[in-house]
């Protein structure tokens, strides 16, 4: 019973002493020992840990996989910002350039003392050469972040810096074989010699996470890279890296460079060509628009001295008025933005980008191109709607409108678009989410919808124009616009009515002006019942043959021009186009009071000042028609007769 309970208590004191170490080992690798002194990059070792064995499979476990992926970017920033500023101890050049020199010599000390390499010795070695690897590598990661520095405040190119981001990765090539062979043996035999295992396990953890957390740092620093030459090409374009660089080799030593480089962290070749480029464009401003105006100047000059321009000088002077009206402005506002955003190119290059300011840049030349365009538009339509009216008599100005605020509303919403797909929005969703989105839009917009479709089938069916007159069973007047929801009509007492276009669509509407020759002229000319027949038919035939020969009167003989409209149906081209050439006079009716004489027939004018004047003669040619027929006009009159005159007269009647 004893030498059982010997043997278990052997057992179980072998199996401590071989389980033991091996625990020991990995709680002072995870916890009890920290391989970085840095929060921010023991943060990142820890994160790349949590993030190589943590497998996302709902929706809250993605979110928590991707705010760690953030939190890791924030602590590579925040690390890189102090270590570029100076504020990290543990990341000194100089000291740790005097630390490698120290742990170089002891590492060649231990390689040549080779007659009595025991295991002790042979561990130690090792442990000499991981931490001689280790001090290596920081001092070559904190040259390559210099580098990489100086390469951003010299505008290097793509080029340059990938030849330093090589060779700073071929610095992260490690074959650890042999250590993992001795690695393994150590867990086995490290019971045996605990203290010395503990020793090279944590020198060959700290490499390996140095190892990695560089890594992140060279991937994070190649992206950034990567973004900044993305961003920055229009300063590589424009050369204003070459004019850095040249103005820092010259001055960058000088006092001035130094106090500015401390100061604001800045070259003197980035403020100076900072200046440069707000001077240069101001200039290249000037100069455009004041030879823009000198060449407008010297045409209207000629205009002024009544010096005949060709057609091609005329259309120059019309198409550079529109740039300078149009553009100038945009262009201003355009240059002024951009030389901003050279500048805090110039300046943040060297810092962590901010793309806020480059969504806002981007954005703000969104909406200047969508400036310039609506002014481009209204400019054209101010300069060129006369000559196209002009040359071309069927265009309706409706559809100059129509058009017009068409492009307005493309243009706006392409900007919008591209404006959203700069911050990242999914443009694809957005259209997608149009097709639910639009019906609760159409339900709750209906009245405005009908408008907007009627102000459209106004126009196609060419029910009227501007300038038109118009009458409908609430409005009449002039057609002053037709806009998208309502049509302006000016009436006749001068009040503006703005009437839904639905409510046009939708009604009779009575339109004077869809008449090309004729405006109709009607009157009934009575004559007393005494008058002889043979002059009433005289003065009747005279009328007619009048109303022919008048100048102001369409007959049968009138020539006329139809409009060169190419009909696409078969219709009574007179009708289509309002063409009215009848002319009636006869003997119509025997009224209450007078023989009644029908004059029907139209002025060859439709204008309604025109129309009264050639009314107005006619009505006084027949006047004198009817004194040469020994005919006067009829007026009301009733004639009594009474069957007993005596009775008449005793009741105080006189004949």
């Not at 070559?140 to 080029?159: C, G, M, P, S």
């Not at 001795?182 to 944590?202: A, F, T």
């Not at 009040?495 to 009779?508: I, S």
């Not at 204008?607 to 028609?625: A, F, G, N, P, Y």
């Amino acid at each position: 019973m004893t030498s059982s309970i010997t043997h278990a208590l052997k057992t179980l004191f072998a199996f401590l002493l071989l389980v033991c170490p091996a625990f020991a080992f990995d709680y002072a690798n995870n916890i009890d020992y920290h391989t970085f002194k840095t929060k921010e990059l023991s943060r990142i070792n820890d994160i790349d840990y949590e993030l190589s064995v943590f497998v996302a499979k709902t929706e809250s476990e993605r979110k928590l996989e991707t705010a760690l992926k953030d939190q890791r970017a924030l602590n590579i920033k925040n690390f890189l910002k102090q270590l570029i500023a100076g504020k990290l101890a543990d990341y000194d050049l100089s000291v740790m350039q005097a630390e490698h020199k120290t742990l170089k010599a002891a590492h060649d000390k231990l390689a040549r003392d080779e007659s009595s390499f025991s295991r002790s010795k042979y561990v130690a070695y090792l442990v000499s050469d991981l931490n001689l690897r280790s001090i290596q590598l920081s001092i070559k990661f904190v040259e390559f972040v210099d580098a990489i520095q100086n390469r951003l405040d010299n505008y290097d190119t793509k080029e340059q810096f990938d030849k330093t981001l090589v060779d700073f990765r071929q610095e992260l090539i490690f074959n650890p074989r042999l250590y993992e062979m001795v690695y393994e043996d150590i867990l086995n035999l490290g019971y045996r010699k605990g203290s010395e295992s503990l020793i090279y396990l944590k020198a060959y953890d700290k490499l390996l996470d140095e190892l990695d957390v560089y890594n992140a740092m060279l991937m994070f620093i190649h992206k950034y890279v990567e973004e900044v030459l993305k961003t920055d090409s229009i300063i590589d374009y424009l050369r204003i890296n070459n004019m850095v660089t040249a103005i820092n080799r010259h001055f960058g030593r000088t006092d001035a460079g130094r106090i500015i480089k401390k100061r604001l962290n800045i070259s003197i070749g980035q403020v100076a060509a900072s200046v440069l480029v707000f001077i240069l464009f101001y200039a290249f401003y000037v100069a455009i628009f004041k030879i823009i105006e000198f060449i407008i100047k010297a045409l209207n000059n000629g205009i002024n001295k009544q010096q005949e321009l060709k057609d091609r000088e005329k259309q120059i002077l019309r198409f550079l008025e529109l740039i300078h009206k149009a553009l100038s402005r945009p262009i201003k506002v355009f240059l002024i933005s951009f030389a901003f955003d050279i500048v805090q190119r110039l300046i943040f290059i060297t810092s962590a980008r901010n793309e806020g300011l480059v969504y806002i840049f981007e954005s703000l030349y969104s909406l200047i191109a969508v400036w310039a365009l609506f002014r481009m538009v209204d400019y054209f339509v101010f300069y060129y709607s006369d000559f196209f009216l002009k040359r071309y008599p069927t265009m309706r100005k409706e559809i100059i409108n129509f058009f017009l605020f068409l492009s307005k509303f493309l243009i706006l919403i392409t900007a919008v678009l591209v404006i959203l797909d700069n911050m990242g929005v999914n443009i694809s969703g957005i259209l997608a989410s149009l097709g639910i989105g639009g019906l609760a839009i159409a339900l709750a917009a209906r009245e405005s919808l009908t408008n907007v479709f009627g102000s459209i089938q106004i126009i196609l069916d060419n029910a009227f124009s501007q300038g038109q007159w118009i009458v409908t069973d609430k409005y009449q007047g002039t057609v002053v616009e037709i806009g998208l929801r309502s049509t302006r009509i000016r009436t006749f007492d001068n009040a503006m009515v703005f009437a839904p276009n639905g409510y046009l669509a939708n009604t009779e509407v009575k339109n004077w002006n869809k008449r090309q020759l004729g405006r109709r002229i009607k009157m009934s000319i009575g004559v007393p019942y005494d008058s002889r027949m043979t002059d009433v038919i005289n003065a009747v035939d005279d009328i007619r043959a009048m109303l022919i020969d008048h100048e102001g009167i369409a007959d049968d003989k009138t020539e006329y021009e139809l409009s060169s409209e190419v009909m696409a149906r078969v219709l009574q081209k007179e009708d289509q186009f309002g063409v009215r050439k009848t002319l009636l006079v006869y003997l119509n009716d025997y009224g209450d009071s007078a023989m009644n004489i029908l004059v029907y027939c139209f002025s060859k004018s439709i204008d309604w000042e025109e129309w009264l004047r050639v009314k107005q003669d006619v009505m006084v040619r027949i006047s004198e028609i009817l004194t040469k027929n020994n005919l006067s006009f009829a007026f009301p009159s009733r004639t009594i007769y009474l069957a007993n005159e005596s009775k008449a007269a005793s009741r105080g009647f006189k004949f």
